[in-house]
């Protein structure tokens, strides 16, 4: 009964913040497309086709990570300007299945562009099992990026600082560090530091998937990114602001 009651929820929450918006205002699935893939086709031009698998690496990562952040984002302005999350808190959803509900509905969004890269790794000739394990990364990237924009909206002001902090927090995660390049060009010092960012390893495994060779190796970047994820879904659930004071 109560796992038939989390589904209606979770179904619930999927089709008024995924597929009525989708329907009303499709424009945002260019706007899901656009920044990753103008890094992308910059770097086709600018190698003349050499670079395309680094940026594809790189556009997925990126995809991935607006996904999740901007869950916090949806999230601030239902909390703060429609009131929807007071409904929420007073009904038996946890903010797990609450976040979980919306991060699925920025999912339809973004379905797209995700299928479209995964064609266009699998033309790279990534396997099947190499397409398995980077749809893997992808579900633990977004389940980090999506608690961690949950968190965010949460002690957010208003909708605007939430826009600013997940677009500036998405620009450190999938710009800086070495997702559109490989993280042997960094200097040795930096190594280090882009090692603990989940996104990094993110990458590093799909550029291995394409074939670029893992600059990390595998098991390490598995691990980051699962104690990442089970650090942010702790987060989430112990010390999350749910109700107001």
Do not use: C, H
């Not at 797990?96 to 379905?111: Q, W």
């Not at 010092?189 to 495994?205: G, K, M």
């Not at 550029?207 to 670029?212: D, F, N, S, T, Y």
């Amino acid at each position: 009964m109560k796992a038939r009651e989390t589904l209606r929820s979770l179904w619930a929450i999927m089709y008024y913040l995924g597929f009525t918006p989708m329907l009303r205002n499709p424009l945002f699935m260019a706007f899901v497309f656009s920044t990753p893939f103008t890094l992308l086709f910059i770097l086709f031009v600018a190698s003349n086709g050499a670079a395309l698998p680094y940026g594809l690496a790189g556009a997925l990562t990126m995809i991935t990570t607006e996904l999740g952040l901007f869950v916090g984002t949806d999230l601030a302005s239902y909390k703060l300007q429609n009131r929807f999350q007071d409904m929420v808190v007073a009904s038996p959803v946890s903010p797990l299945i609450y976040m979980f509900g919306v991060a699925i509905s920025e999912l339809i969004f973004g379905a797209p562009a995700l299928l479209i890269l995964f064609g266009l790794i699998a033309e790279q000739g990534a396997t099947v099992a190499a397409l398995a394990a980077t749809f893997g990364v992808v579900v633990l990237l977004w389940v980090t990026t999506t608690s961690l924009g949950f968190f965010f909206s949460a002690y957010a002001p208003n909708t605007q600082n939430a826009f600013i902090i997940n677009g500036f927090v998405t620009t450190l995660l999938s710009v800086l560090p070495p997702v559109y390049y490989s993280i042997n060009v960094l200097p040795s010092y930096l190594v280090p530091i882009a090692e603990i960012i989940p996104t990094t390893e993110a990458s590093s495994l799909f550029q291995g998937a394409i074939g670029l060779g893992y600059s990390i190796p595998p098991v390490s970047g598995f691990a980051v990114l699962l104690a990442a994820t089970f650090i942010m879904l702790l987060l989430v659930s112990f010390r999350m602001k749910w109700r107001e004071n």
